[in-house]
């Protein structure tokens, strides 16, 4: 292992090193951000308790910013780093014309090939899953009386290393199909637009929708599920669509103002109804969700080893 | 020069393609948006008009005003990233290629000067990135006058008009120079990217330190504030014209900003602190000459560079 891992050192030391240090880096502040959250609370029911300890969303002004820039940046990670590593695995020995005398020099081209793979896929996987470890701390320590469930689904946890996964397949494969790296990247970054944003419209399929109860919807604050539907309940039982419902609201608080209440008899008012997937159920998602991205990175990375195979070298 | 444009698309003909044509799709899709929304609005009066039932044409003309309502968001964001993607993919490539296939060194002895290799290589594209990018900019404007009442101010800073075009160029003269000292193209880019990152941040900064300076207090209700940046509000006495912070005014007067309150305490006026949007062109304007500076220097340095790199060290 060690002598294909000095080997892709050499031969993409900058991307490497821009990989590595980059999601190293960002793991680093996403640790230090979820430490120092988390000690700001260790005071909490003392004296010297901090101002977070009084509110729902407690590190909103103080620590919003530097986490929101890191859960942007830990969402782009997983594609920057499958391209840069991936794409010119074999589209840059193809276009340096190195590949006509390494594929003959080797056994067979499908063990060239892995070889040149596994060590860029140890070094990604081990880069992503510290990432994610600290994206996932971070985030829990961001809302700690929530349940995360959906929120942040794709910049955290295994759902952020199985993507990483399926764009290096990605990238090999379409260094491996166009053997130029520019072109590749480009096309590469198209489709992996397309791939987040497929991804974002099938999280909700995974797994059926069920009506949910009033705690595991989004308005109970302790969880973040994955919203289908939203109808409403009138107190006579009669279910009605969203937007009628939301003006029966409105008109319901306009006239207790104007009887000068606060706020109308909730007993009056229709109940909102979600339908979609609890917080509870999102590991059963990534669950699925990965074993289906798991599969397409077998299927590229196979496309990728069939093309290697039949391509000419040059 | 022809013969440095059928070069140009020889060597980089998928980049091209996929760099200027996508500005250009862009700049079409901006431009059937915005000639769009203007027929439809200008429909939508005509169904209203009659103040009768709307008929079935009425009706599927909502939906496609509906419809279109979801485009300008997405296409504002991609003229805001353009620039960069397009600057940098296709200037850190433009050397750094030559010298990591090593054809710099016959390409450079061939021709006459260094200097004026690089200015063949140079201009063809940076016409065609202006080109395409002023062409971007000016039907985002179209777009954003079409779809968004009132003045184009602050909030729409760099999705339209010419500062489009002057951002691309300059990270593409950047490109053109990090390609020429790093000698590979991955890395080049990578490279690029992280110093017009830098660059990005220190024209926020400046920016921002300059509209807050230039910032004035202006009473609330005397200007439409669309294109308005505010910065932070308060009121000021009728009769002594003391300014008096939010804070202030909320622990002097609860009874104005409790529910059934008016948010206005008696006997004051609400004052903005803001920078209005006829400021806007000149802060534009001044950013088009900060990035004309450094695209100057950046070229220049580039010119300096070649004349003594040595062509065949990656």
Known sequence: MIAPLRLAWRLQRWEFAFVVLGGLGLAAVAFWQAFDMRSMLTGCGTSSAAPACEFVYPFQTTHGNVVGLAQTLSGLAPFLAGLLLGVPIVAGEVEHRTALLAWPLSGSRARWLAWRVMPVLAISLAVMAVLSVAADLMAQAYLPKSDLGFLHHASRGLPLVMRAVVVLALGVALGALMGRVLPALLVGIALCVGLSVGLGLALDQWVPSQVMTEDEGPEGLTGFPAVTDLRYRMPDGEIIGAQEGEIIVEQAYAAAIEAGQDEPDPATLPRPVFTGISAARHGEVVLRESLALGALAIGLFGLAAFVVRRRRPE | ?314
């Not at chain 2, 620039?83 to 433009?94: E, Q, S, T």
């Not at chain 2, 940046?229 to 007067?253: C, H, N, V």
């Open chain 2, 1 to 314: 020069m022809l013969s440095s444009v059928r070069l140009a698309w020889r060597m980089q003909r998928w980049e091209l393609a996929f760099l200027i044509g996508g500005p250009l799709l862009l700049a079409a899709a901006a431009g059937f948006v915005a000639w769009q929304t203007t027929v439809t609005l200008a429909g939508l009066d005509a169904c209203y008009a009659d103040n009768v039932a709307l008929s079935a044409s009425c009706r599927s003309l909502i939906q496609w005003g509906n419809a279109l309502t979801a485009l300008p968001p997405i296409l504002e964001g991609a003229t805001v990233v353009a620039p960069f993607v397009v600057g940098i993919l296709l200037g850190a490539p433009l050397v750094s290629r030559e010298i990591e296939k090593r054809t710099a060194p016959l390409a450079w002895s061939l021709s006459l000067s260094r200097a004026r290799w690089l200015a063949g290589r140079t201009l063809p594209l940076l016409i065609a990135i202006a080109i395409a990018l002023l062409l971007l900019g000016q039907a985002s404007e179209a777009m954003i006058r079409a779809t968004a009442p009132g003045q184009i101010g602050f909030p729409y800073f760099a999705m339209h008009g010419p500062l489009v075009a002057a951002r691309a160029i300059s990270v593409f003269e950047i490109g053109v120079l990090v390609g020429l000292l790093m000698g590979r193209v991955l890395p080049a880019i990578l490279v690029t990217g992280l110093v017009v990152a830098a660059l990005l941040v220190g024209l926020y900064v400046m920016r921002d330190q300059l509209m807050r300076a230039e910032a004035t207090w202006v009473e609330a209700s005397t200007r439409d504030l669309s294109g308005v940046m505010i910065y932070d509000s308060a009121f000021t006495d009728d009769t002594s014209g003391e300014l008096i912070t939010s804070e202030e005014a909320f622990s002097r007067f609860p009874e104005a900003f409790g529910i059934q309150g008016s948010g206005m305490p008696p006997g004051m006026t609400q004052v903005y602190l803001m920078t209005p949007p006829e400021r806007y062109p000149v802060f534009v304007a001044r950013e088009i000459g900060a990035l004309a500076l450094v695209s100057v220097l950046v070229g220049g340095l580039a010119f300096w560079v070649i004349a003594w790199r040595r062509p065949d060290i990656g």
